[in-house]
């Protein structure tokens, strides 16, 4: 019925209809998950850093939607909208947020540390670019072993300026690793313009140094992340050599929880924030779906009413979930070794 | 067999029990090891496994890390202890904590290992081993052999643990020989070794002091009739404080004998949890011998004046027994 109405506007590549309404719907959980976590946090349900993805959702999902269920993925404290494009549990992942035994790392980990190794998802990591080597070693792995398997690893425009991301780089060349470095250039290093910290703002031109493949993308349009994605996945998994690609987004909300719009007007304009905010992929993506007859009115509804859903309850499950017990204190120090309680 | 030769064995025979250990590190294959210990391993089991790296201390350690989070099990070399403060972050920020913070599902099977210590004139940027700073994070395992025998075996179990370990030989040691048991065994850690029988003081030491140590008791016996047990704790964490309390009972005395710094080194470590343990069981304070608090310097006898010596010893024990 839907297919005989025209499309107006290509699908990429091997996308169909029904994929492109399930990544539509996981960029609509993220969001709501996301907008959920500002008044859990208030409440002081949550507590340390909490940065949210709100504006880089079609980066996560659109790389995310091209791995296998055997490939592996690291990335940056700004880690929920990584997570859930992966499939995590929302709720595992709203009870790690809430520090509850319940969550994904049992709420040893919080929002900067999220994980789930069934997944392949080897974490979210709270130094910044401290993971860029992680994956080298993942990449390396892999390639040990001999499998067509990829590492995903998605840092920041700030972990450009960290010494060993450089050295992660290198050797990912000269080993010919199979590890997509996602670099998501959201402009800012928290409040540090990316044209302030870096001697050569475009980043996939900085790596090209590195003797391996690299490209700028624009992160705003899932269809664009989608198929270029797509692409680079396919060629990392098929020659195989590492990928660096520079992903342009924007991040809508601060850096983290601390960082209000007072504090924001310090570094950037409403008008800059409105000009992004004008490119949202939730809402173009939305657009495209009308427009191309994949969707009516009344789906969007139905779909942007399950997604809250899901983040309420989600946030529901956390509250009501236990906190960690406090002999789980001294416990996953070591693998095989207690350790001593010295009061 | 030297010290240098048992571990390039165990380091064979784990290659060749397990196909997943791999060795990485900055000239540990085509030039055979910097102290030589890989000679001979790139040629016998592949660059694939034998990894030379570009000169990057976070590169390596994160490497390793990143491939031991997937099952592998790399030993990474440092060219030196000193270096690895470069990788200092990938050390404790990622090796040490990665099991606990992801709720222990993530385990890091990995060992970093290289020289340690100084003594040959190399200056304070090479002969710095800071062994204390390791043994302060939770997560990371330490250990210090002293003699072939122990670094074979201690190596073997170091690759076989599941947990990073900071696997720290000393340069000094690496021409040291000693009986080494045939065939495959392994030295537990956290079970500290009685190198030494003795009734009047208990030295307490790790890695190449222990040799020191056992040179100055050998004296002591021999001149004064002072009879010292010597102990070489060997792994500095897991610690094996039964040991050290067990001897303690025996002689009621104590110094400490290593060649971290005395300021906030590990024979404070030492002696504060003897304090807490066994405070009526002293007859006098423990004290320690250790290196001064300075950047270790590069005249000879600037040097030898920074590191513990078999006088210090000497004179402390002079001084708990008086
Ligand atoms: C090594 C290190 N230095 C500083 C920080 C503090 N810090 C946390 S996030 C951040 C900005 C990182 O920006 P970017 O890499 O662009 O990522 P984004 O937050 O934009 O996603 C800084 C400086 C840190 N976590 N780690």
């Known amino acids: ?343 | 067999m030297t010290y240098r030769e048992a571990l390039r064995q165990a380091l064979t025979e784990e290659m060749e029990r397990d196909p997943g250990v791999f060795i990485l590190g900055e000239e540990v294959g085509r030039y055979q090891g910097t102290f030589r210990v890989t000679e001979g391993l790139l040629q016998r089991f592949g660059e694939m496994r034998v990894v030379d790296t570009p000169i990057s201390e976070s590169g390596i350690a994160g490497m390793a890390i990143g491939a031991a989070m997937i099952g592998l099990r790399p030993v990474a070399e440092f060219m030196t202890f000193s270096f690895a403060l470069i990788a200092a972050d990938q050390l404790v920020n990622h090796a040490a904590k990665i099991l606990y913070m992801f709720g222990g599902q993530i385990a890091v099977p990995v060992v970093f290992r290289g020289p340690a210590g100084g003594g040959a004139q190399l200056s304070a940027q090479h002969s710095h081993s800071l062994e204390s700073w390791y043994a302060h994070i939770p997560g990371l395992k330490v250990v210090t052999p002293a003699t072939p025998a122990d670094a074979k075996g201690m190596l073997k179990t170091a690759i076989r643990d599941n947990n990073p370990v900071i696997f720290m030989e000393h340069a000094k040691l690496y021409s040291t020989r000693g009986e080494v048991p045939e065939g495959d065994y392994t030295v537990p850690f956290g079970v500290a070794d009685v190198k030494r029988e003795g009734s009047d003081v208990t030295l307490i030491s790790y890695s190449q002091p222990v040799l020191l140590a056992l040179q100055a008791a050998a004296k002591l016996a021999e001149t004064e009739g002072i009879e010292c047990e010597v102990i070489d704790l060997r792994s500095l964490q897991p610690l094996d404080m039964e040991t050290i309390l067990r001897s303690i009972r025996k002689t009621h005395r104590a110094v400490v004998v290593h060649e971290d710094h005395r300021n906030v080194g590990f024979g404070a470590e030492v002696i504060a949890r003897v304090q807490e343990l066994a405070f009526d069981e002293l007859d006098a304070p423990v004290l320690r011998v250790a290196s001064a608090d300075v950047p270790i310097p590069y005249a000879r006898n600037l040097e030898r004046a920074a590191f513990p010596s078999e006088e210090d010893i000497i004179r402390a024990v002079k001084r708990v027994l008086a």
């Open chain 1, 1 to 343: 019925m839907k297919a005989e109405v025209p499309v107006k506007k290509a699908l990429p590549g091997s996308l169909t209809p029904q994929r492109l309404v399930e990544l539509y719907r996981t960029m609509l959980l993220i969001r709501h998950f996301e907008e959920q976590c500002a008044p859990a946090y208030r409440q002081g349900k949550m507590g340390g850093y909490m940065h949210v993805y709100i504006g880089q959702e079609a980066v996560a999902t659109g790389f995310i939607a091209h791995m296998r269920d055997d490939d592996y993925m690291l990335c940056s404290y700004r880690d929920h909208g990584h997570a859930l494009a992966r499939g995590t549990d929302p709720r595992r992942v709203m009870a790690e947020l809430f520090g509850r035994y319940t969550g994904v790392a049992k709420g040893k980990g919080g929002s900067m540390h999220l994980v789930d190794v069934e997944r392949g998802f080897l974490g979210g990591y709270g130094i910044v670019g401290g993971m860029v080597p992680l994956a080298v070693g993942v990449g390396y792995g892999i390639r040990y072993r001999g499998t067509d398997q990829v590492c995903l690893c998605f840092f920041g425009d700030g972990a450009m300026n960290i010494g060993p991301v450089h050295e992660a780089l290198n050797m990912a060349a000269i080993y010919k690793v199979p590890v997509v470095f996602i670099c998501e250039n959201n402009r800012y290093a928290m409040a540090t313009p990316i044209e302030f910290a870096s001697a050569v703002p475009n980043l996939a031109e900085r790596a090209k140094q590195y003797g391996m493949p690299t490209k700028q993308i624009g992160g705003m349009d899932l269809l664009e992340v989608y198929r270029e994605a797509e692409e680079i996945i396919r060629h990392v998994r098929t020659t195989p050599e590492p990928f660096f690609v520079e992903v342009l987004t924007y991040r809508f909300e601060g850096h983290g929880i601390a960082d209000n719009p007072t504090n924001q007007a310090l570094y950037r304009t409403k008008e800059e924030i409105e000009y992004w905010r004008q490119r949202d992929p939730i809402v173009n993506t939305a657009r495209f779906l009308l427009e191309s007859g994949f969707a009516t009115e009344s789906e969007l509804l139905e779909w942007d009413t399950y997604a809250k859903q899901q983040a309420l309850e989600a946030v529901a499950y956390a509250d009501a979930s236990p906190e960690p017990s406090i002999e789980e204190l001294y416990r996953d120090v070591y693998t095989d070794m207690e350790v001593q309680e010295w009061r």
